[in-house]
Nanobody, 124 residues
């Protein structure tokens, strides 16, 4: 059974930084694409960033490109999201997700497993 556990959320002032972590267990981590999504109150879940199994391919939503960095440590079965220059509009619950292969997708329907989410709140 795959389990994804996010951590690192919290309250930060605009312009600040946070690093989210997502620890995975249950199957060979390196084979699978990992992604971050977020959902703000009253809005649909949206794509943030994705990284392929080996880490060679990454892709970002336009709204976070240049500010957020996705990375993974396959030895630790963990994916990270470094968030810099945070804005109030980044406030949301952030979820990590895992696909069943190493293909890169931005569509949440392509992901098989999800974490419980971690709240990020950016004050102005």
């Amino acid at each position: 059974q795959v389990q994804l556990v996010e951590s690192g959320g919290g309250l930060v002032q605009a312009g600040g930084s946070l690093r989210l972590s997502c620890a995975a267990s249950g199957r060979t981590f390196i084979r699978y694409t990992m992604a971050w999504f977020r959902q703000a109150p009253g809005k649909e879940r949206e794509f943030v960033a994705v990284i392929s199994g080996g880490g060679g391919s990454t892709y970002y939503a336009a709204s976070v490109k240049g500010r957020f960095i996705i990375s993974r440590d396959n030895a630790k079965n963990t994916v990270y999201l470094q968030m810099n220059s945070l804005k109030p509009e980044d406030t949301a619950v952030y979820y990590c997700a895992q696909r069943g292969d190493s293909a890169v997708y931005t569509d949440s329907r392509k992901y098989d497993y999800w974490g419980q989410g971690t709240q990020v709140t950016v004050s102005s």
